[in-house]
Nanobody
Framework: QGQMEESGGGSVQAGGSQKLSCTTPEFTSGSCGWDWYRQAEGKQREWVGGISRDGRPGYIDSVKGRFTISRVNVNNTVLLQMNNLKPDDTATYYC???????????????????WGQGTQVTVSS
């Protein structure tokens, strides 16, 4: 645990773009997927999307068509490309690892066994 690290946060105006990166341990068969969560001030942590070990992405409805999650196998990095950002996207973004033992459990923070420290994204109107 504690091996994941996000980078790339910052401030951007509405309509702009940001790319977040997450370095992870080596991609192994013991992994089910790598996901992104976010937490806005005063709100619960919210699942944004993720990519499975076989490369299939999934997203929450509010970011579909704007956010793209991809995996770079060469350097064990998971990327979150965010376009057309909105003030409601303002939050601390976390990457998280889901072990293969949790593959068939619901998407819930309790089923992710490693988290990054988070990176702040602020979108101004």
């Amino acid at each position: 645990q504690g091996q994941m690290e996000e980078s790339g946060g910052g401030s951007v105006q509405a309509g702009g773009s940001q790319k977040l990166s997450c370095t992870t341990p080596e991609f192994t068969s013991g992994s089910c997927g790598w996901d992104w969560y976010r937490q806005a001030e005063g709100k619960q942590r919210e699942w944004v999307g993720g990519i499975s070990r076989d490369g299939r992405p999934g997203y929450i409805d509010s970011v579909k068509g704007r956010f793209t999650i991809s995996r770079v196998n060469v350097n064990n990095t998971v990327l979150l490309q965010m376009n057309n950002l909105k003030p409601d996207d303002t939050a601390t973004y976390y990457c998280a690892h889901r072990s293969s033992i949790y593959c068939y459990d619901p998407i819930s923070p309790r089923y992710f066994d490693d988290w990054g420290q988070g990176t702040q994204v602020t979108v101004s109107s």
